[in-house]
């Protein structure tokens, strides 16, 4: 039998209220309260929790707090990226965020999803789709980017848009939904 938890990372529906989920909801809420409680005079310690906290963080990347997540571990963020505050990413399923990228403040990536139908979302199921941001990305303010979504390298996302779909790479997208209105050369 499936446990709960191997449905979730399988992209398949699956209950939150499991144990073994629980508990890795619990790890990273520990976690993200260190983080987002550390000294701004202490950068190796803020740094040494976001790495524990994270699945990874590139080198010369920089994460500014408050930071929320579901667990953290789902998380990749290539070398010299910047994230903002107020960041919620929502990692049920993968988030890889190149190199280079450039996160505004209270961008959220949401990978979680809920049926449509009202019965199993009464019955609490839910599942998640990877999110994939490029290399060179920059998400402008308030951007949010919906589960399943692909932004190619060097797009610009524009403050407050919200990606529902594959953004190529080198535009400018803008809008809700997020649609290209320039192409950079």
Request: charged fraction near 25%; proline fraction near 8%; aromatic fraction near 6%.
């Amino acid at each position: 039998m499936t446990s709960m938890r191997e449905r979730m990372l399988a992209g398949e529906l699956y209950r939150a209220d499991d144990p073994e989920i629980l508990a890795e909801l619990d790890r990273a809420a520990l976690l993200m309260e260190r983080f987002n409680g550390s000294r701004a005079d202490d950068p190796e310690g803020r740094l040494a929790a976001l790495r524990e906290l994270l699945g990874e963080v590139g080198e010369g990347t920089w994460v500014r707090p408050p930071f929320h997540c579901d667990y953290g571990s789902r998380i990749t963020i290539g070398p010299r990226g910047f994230v903002n505050f107020n960041a919620v990413f929502l990692d049920v399923a993968p988030i890889t965020i190149g190199a280079d990228a450039q996160i505004g403040p209270n961008v959220q990536l949401l990978t979680a999803t809920h049926p449509v139908d009202p019965e199993p979302r009464r019955d609490k199921w839910e599942a998640a789709r990877p999110i994939t941001i490029g290399d060179n990305v920059w998400l402008g303010g308030g951007a949010i980017v919906l589960a399943g979504v692909t932004v190619g390298d060097n797009t610009v996302v524009g403050a407050g848009a919200v990606v529902t779909r594959d953004l190529p790479p080198n535009v400018v997208a803008v809008g809700n939904p997020a649609r290209p209105v320039r192409t950079l050369s």
